[in-house]
């Protein structure tokens, strides 16, 4: 009633919002931006052949956790092959095999593989023993003076390496390298010769194979690289410059002489890989925070919770902003939605499916569910039990669709489950009493006002500095509250009331 | 701009609407009486104020069973949710035929059709949340052949915002062919501006939109004079001591035998109601929460709105 009460109410909201989140950026020095982030990869490996009807084996190497890659998940997807997998030679290798089977066959690798923020050091291995390789007429005396050429001209094994390397890389200077490498000289060939030489020299030395893991890619070629045995690790080194180390982003998927993919008892096979990176905002305070260990601002932080509940208030707490979004779309803007809450939990749901897929996925199950419940109108059922057929109708709905998305091999089919389905009943039911009450246009427009105003809400809820910002400074949310608060005594027009009104504007003729 | 213009008329938007007369003049706990129109219905009855005759009502679903024997004596009824809003669930029976009903539309239901329909409504699909409701059989009004050249089908009513036990602005709400006889705005019937002090029709609102004609009719729908004006605004007038709701939307139906009865009333009156009238609700709002204390009695609160609120 009393305005100042408000306004005072308001006021102290936000100061106390603003007061904790100076003190903890001033004084205990919580970073305003978001620090570390760890990147995370998606790898999938398709393959496609035609298999003859006769037992079908198929091996697929596979990359292992390395010193700066950790693999964090992974899932096969083979309908009616047999699976088991194997580590030999420091290789992951899965087999998939089938006793009979006939036609176009797909069969899917998936990993997701984590940076690791802080590399580890990596083990000491055993020094392995050498299987000479044996050359003969001319290219044993090509080998014999190439090695020479690169022990003149370097001072220890790592300056060896590089010059072998740089030497590999310009055939054309020497005939020797030329007659080692032959007439097609690949990065692959390149990489055999130069492990040969080495291993023909008494240097334990090996091609490995790997991919360059980028923001997104379909089709990806394989990088090889050389590694050598040093001290008593295996060292890498860049094939293109010759230096110790490779760049960060190369990822070991598997070592040795051998084809990634091997086929028996079929055809055509196809091998495509692709690559998508997803960033993941880790919010931690490290470092300089831990000092002040003692505050309670650190000690009651959310930082204190299980990962897991960490993760469930990362979400809980974009509800808010969710909703104040909502209040503005309502109230001053005029949108018409399907219940008050509706379009922030579909937008919740959005943060899974991703805006244009749930965006797809939920007109098509409210869609369908639409039709079925203008079929059970004809039934004459009661209320209850009409909704709940509906309910049941959406839930079925949602598996076919995850069934149906995840044959085509589209994987954000498979997230429709996260569709909250009693909200969507609800939203069917009265879409559906509207559309009989008040006309098709009505409900559409109602429709497309939740969904338009799920997808703002998904926007603002989405923006990752956002997210950060309120779940390091929960006390944010006191301003968002001073701000709801507030926009609960905004009496004035709603943006849709002006065209509603505009032929009061005109005045009287 | 669009936005100052339409302050300088005092046109009420609903977050004005809400805050500062719904919220401030209507009690929660009066809702139900308003809300449940079997409720209204007896309150009315009690004070004196006409309104259709109850012929019966079902409660339950086992009731529904005898419907035959409760609706065989009339001829003519009105089947409506007490708990409807909006004119939902409202069916119009104009004449039975051996077994079946033709509705005021002319379309025919059978008997299991209309059964259905009161199931329907006693398991509540056509009330507020969804709570199990009552089926109401009511008197089908004969109405006045007033606004016989600027209707469609379906019964008229008259609208009036009452504040505070004062008759604020009024509309005459005409059924379409669109609205298919209803008088409901939203499912498209007209709704046509009242000159509170004389009792005429002004120009009337479509949807959004001004209009001048009844879009089935083509009559001009202006200068229609509504006979016992006087006494309506009264009856509005008196809903207030009724339900105890400071801001209220009466709806009243010229029957042309008993006059004006009381259909519903509303707790919640759109604001489209302004755009009949071509005038904003806010400066006769203020005017009625400066006066309305010294106003004692019903003759009184008439008289200052006749006065006031001349179009």
Redesign the interface.
């Given at each position: 009633m009393n305005k100042y009460h408000l306004y005072i109410l308001t006021l102290s909201l936000t100061f106390i919002g603003l007061g904790i989140f100076a003190y903890k950026t001033v004084f205990l020095k919580f970073p305003i931006m978001p620090q570390a982030r760890s990147n995370i990869w998606d790898i999938e490996v398709r393959i496609s052949f035609i298999a003859h009807d006769t037992p079908v084996k198929v091996s697929l190497f596979i990359p292992k956790s390395t010193t700066q890659y950790s693999i964090i998940d992974e899932n096969f997807i083979s309908r009616g092959y047999g699976l088991i997998t194997k580590k030999t030679g420091g290789n992951r290798r899965i087999i998939w095999s089938a006793r009979k089977i006939k036609g176009d066959q797909i069969l899917y690798y998936r990993g997701v593989v984590r940076q690791i923020s802080e590399e580890e050091p990596s083990s000491t291995v055993k020094r392995p023993e050498i299987k000479k390789p044996v050359f003969e007429g001319p290219y044993l005396i090509a080998v014999e003076s190439l090695i020479t050429k690169i022990w003149n001209s370097s001072a220890d094994l790592e300056t060896m390496v590089a010059e072998l390397i740089k030497q590999i890389s310009t055939p054309q200077d020497d005939s020797n390298i030329s007659l080692l490498l032959g007439k097609q000289a690949t990065l692959l060939k390149k990489m055999e010769v130069a492990a040969k030489v080495l291993l023909y020299a008494g240097i334990p030395a090996k091609v490995v194979h790997g991919i360059r893991l980028q923001e997104f890619q379909r089709d990806i070629q394989f990088v090889h690289w050389l590694q050598v045995f040093e001290k008593d690790t295996w060292q890498s080194y860049d094939p293109e410059t010759g230096e110790q180390d490779i760049p960060h982003d190369y990822l070991l998927w598997w070592q040795g002489n051998y084809p990634l993919v091997h086929l028996k008892g079929g055809g055509k096979l196809q091998t495509i890989i692709s690559v998508r990176l997803r960033k993941e905002e880790t919010h931690t305070i490290t470092g300089q925070h831990k000092q002040s260990n003692n505050s309670p601002f650190i000690k009651y932080s959310l930082f204190t919770l299980p990962i897991e509940t960490q993760a469930v208030y990362n979400v809980l707490l974009m509800v808010p902003l969710g909703t104040f979004v909502l209040v503005i779309l309502r109230?001053i803007v005029?949108f018409k939605t399907f219940g008050t809450f509706m379009p922030v939990l579909i937008a919740l749901a959005f943060r899974e499916t991703r805006l244009l897929w749930g965006i797809v996925l939920f007109c098509i199950v409210v869609g369908l569910g639409l039709s079925i419940r203008f079929y059970l109108e004809h039934l004459?059922l009661?209320?209850?039990p009409r909704l709940a057929s509906v309910l049941i109708v959406v839930i079925l709905l949602m598996c076919g669709l995850s069934i149906l998305t995840h044959q085509i091999g589209m994987e954000r089919g498979l997230s429709v489950a996260l569709f909250p389905m009693v909200i969507i009943t609800m939203t069917i039911e009265r879409m559906s009493?509207l559309w009989e009450?008040?006309g098709a246009a009505?409900a559409l427009q109602q429709g497309l006002g939740s969904l338009t105003a799920a997808t703002i809400a998904y926007l603002v809820m989405n923006i990752k500095y956002l997210q950060y910002l309120i779940f390091v400074f929960p006390e944010l949310t006191l301003i968002l509250l001073a701000g709801t608060v507030l926009m609960g005594?905004?009496?004035?027009?709603?943006i849709s009331?002006?065209?509603?009104?505009?032929?009061?504007?005109k005045?009287?003729p | 701009m669009i936005v100052r213009k339409l302050s300088n008329i005092g046109v009420l938007g609903i977050n004005r609407r809400n805050a500062l007369y719904t919220l401030q003049y209507n009690p929660r706990k009066l809702y139900p009486l308003v809300d449940d129109k079997l409720l209204t219905k007896q309150l009315a009855l009690k004070a004196g104020i006409a309104v259709p005759k109850l012929y019966g009502m079902a409660e339950i679903q086992r009731q529904i069973k005898d419907l035959n024997s409760l609706l065989k004596p009339y001829k003519d009824f009105v089947v409506k949710p007490a708990h409807g809003h909006g004119g939902v669930g409202i069916m119009v029976i104009k004449e039975q035929t051996r077994n079946m009903y033709r509705q005021v539309n002319d379309l025919l239901i059978t008997h299991e059709e209309l059964k259905h329909h009161f199931s329907n409504i006693l398991t509540g699909m056509y009330s507020i949340g969804g709570s199990p409701d009552k089926a109401l059989i009511e008197y089908r009004v004969q109405f006045d052949p007033v606004f016989n050249g600027i209707s469609y089908l379906g019964v008229p009513d008259i609208r009036i915002i009452v504040f505070l036990g004062i008759p604020v602005m009024s509309m005459v709400r005409l059924p379409t062919r669109l609205s298919e006889g209803k008088a409901n705005l939203h499912q498209g019937a007209i709704g046509v501006g009242i000159d509170i002090s004389k009792g005429t029709t002004l120009t009337g609102v479509q949807g959004n939109d001004i209009i001048y004609e009844h879009p089935d009719t083509g009559n001009p729908v202006s200068g229609v004079l509504i006979p016992g004006w006087e006494d309506l605004l009264k009856t509005s007038a008196r809903c207030y001591e009724l339900t105890g709701l400071g801001y209220q939307g009466v709806d009243i139906v010229l029957d042309k035998d008993l006059g004006p009865l009381i259909l519903e009333i509303n707790a919640r009156p759109g604001l489209n109601i302004q755009i009949a009238n071509r005038a904003g609700l806010m400066p006769r709002m203020d005017l009625i929460e400066n006066h309305y204390k010294k106003l004692t009695n019903v003759d009184e609160r008439v008289a200052f709105a006749r006065n006031n609120f001349g179009a």
């Open positions: 109230n005029g004459k009661l209320l209850v009493i009450e008040r009505e005594r905004y009496y004035g027009y709603r009331e002006l065209s509603r009104f505009k032929a009061l504007a005045g009287k | -």
